[in-house]
């Protein structure tokens, strides 16, 4: 297999701005979340050994989801003063790595990740796609050739999730995560499921019925108390369930030969660390002379 190494950029750079203590650059610049977002690349490249790589943002811009429901994220806090300028050297540090970044206005990172995936195993079916994210949204897209490696704690240690691990987890398989969500909600995203439905009895009503929908058609056979709920919560979990669905279309573009990990600029790693201070980080990237072959090999895990 040929791993496809997809970051969600968003969800490391705010896992790290709060795992590490207030870091600064030369330039009194505070860089913590710069540091830890590249540590825990070079550590997961370390890891997977990818073929590929590529990072996915999301955009300021409003997305169709808070169109559908103007709540949407809404109670999530603004992102701290001392982050905002970090995403733009993170950005900056990608770009000198020649690590290419995807985001599109009007969908969230988990949408353009969904649908590279797509793309990179039509193009490519011994390609597999490791998705680097504490988003659970994301493991509606684990299958036989896509799995997703979640931060446990800080930004050291993970946990990879395939198909099985998503099951054992949940109760319900990973393609039925939509529908898990559209009964029972989410909370970090501020939309409600079916008010009263759990976690185990919507694991226990999807392992019988499948699908939501599924559900609902067998109303009759479920528990008048449940039941009750579920007749109550329906439009919820209809919209539940549309802003849980990741889109696998959105109008970007996987190139094979610019993801390439043989394709990246190690040397333009190395002057982004030392403009930076991040002598470290220097110390874990690939020898130039050596660069070309193995280069995922001479990665030094934390």
Known sequence: MKPFLLIDGNAIMHRAFHALPPLTNVRGEVTNAVYGFCSMLLTVMAEVKPEYVAVCFDRPAPTFRKELYEKYQQHRPKMPDDLVPQMGMIHE???????????????????????????????????????????????????????????????????????????????????????????????????????????????????????????YAHLGEISSKVAEKLQTGEADAELAKQLATIVLDVPVQFNPEKSRVSSLDWEGGRKAFEEQGFKSLINRLPKPKTAEKHVSDQLELL
């Open 93 to 215: 540090v990608l770009a000198a790595m020649r690590i290419p970044v995807f985001e599109m206005d009007g969908f969230e990172a988990d949408d353009v990740i969904g649908t590279l995936s797509v793309q990179a195993i039509e193009a490519d079916t011994e390609t597999e796609v490791i998705v680097v994210s504490g988003d659970r949204d994301l493991l509606q897209l684990v299958n036989g050739q896509v799995k997703m490696l979640a931060p446990l704690t800080g930004i050291k240690k993970t946990i990879l999730y395939d198909r099985e691990k998503v099951i054992e987890k949940f109760g319900v398989d990973p393609k039925q995560m939509i529908d898990y969500k559209a009964l029972v909600g989410d909370p970090s995203d501020g939309y409600n499921g079916v008010a009263g439905i759990g976690p185990k009895t919507a694991s226990d009503l999807l392992q019988k019925y499948e699908t939501v929908e599924g559900v």
